[in-house]
């Protein structure tokens, strides 16, 4: 049985295992989008290294960042009232922010309904 495998060059092989070391894929992604058998673009990266052939894996570094003066600005929201007040008429009713709204309503409506004439 023939291998359909395409053979290529050590050229190919050194420039492929630098495009993938460059790339933000892993091994075997990279070795399906160009085309390779994964373990074989393992094997080549391997031998490459061990030869020095191969361009050394890209070195992380840290960079010292220095911070200048930070001024801390505090917003402040004004105060809201806690206590409110409805007026039906003459009658006023003053309730805590946070009152049952459905409780106000029912309240207000009966003392409107109180207030009008008979």
């Not at 993938?20 to 058998?37: C, D, H, I, P, Y």
């Not at 402040?76 to 709204?101: C, K, Y």
Request: aromatic share 6%; glycine share 6%; proline share 7%.
């Amino acid at each position: 049985m023939m291998s359909t495998e395409i053979r290529h060059d050590r050229a190919w092989w050194v420039a492929t295992v630098a495009a993938q070391r460059s790339s933000s894929l892993n091994e075997g992604e990279f070795a399906l989008k160009v085309g390779v058998v994964p373990d074989t673009l393992r094997w080549w990266r391997r031998k490459l290294d061990r030869e020095g052939a191969a361009p050394p894996r890209p070195v992380s570094s840290l960079v010292r960042v220095e911070v200048g003066p930070v001024e801390i600005a505090r917003v402040v929201a004004p105060s809201l009232p806690r206590v409110l007040e409805a007026a039906v008429g003459a009658v006023a009713i003053r309730f805590e922010v946070g009152t049952d709204t459905a409780y106000l309503s029912e309240l207000l409506s009966t003392i409107a309904r109180a207030a009008q004439p008979c």
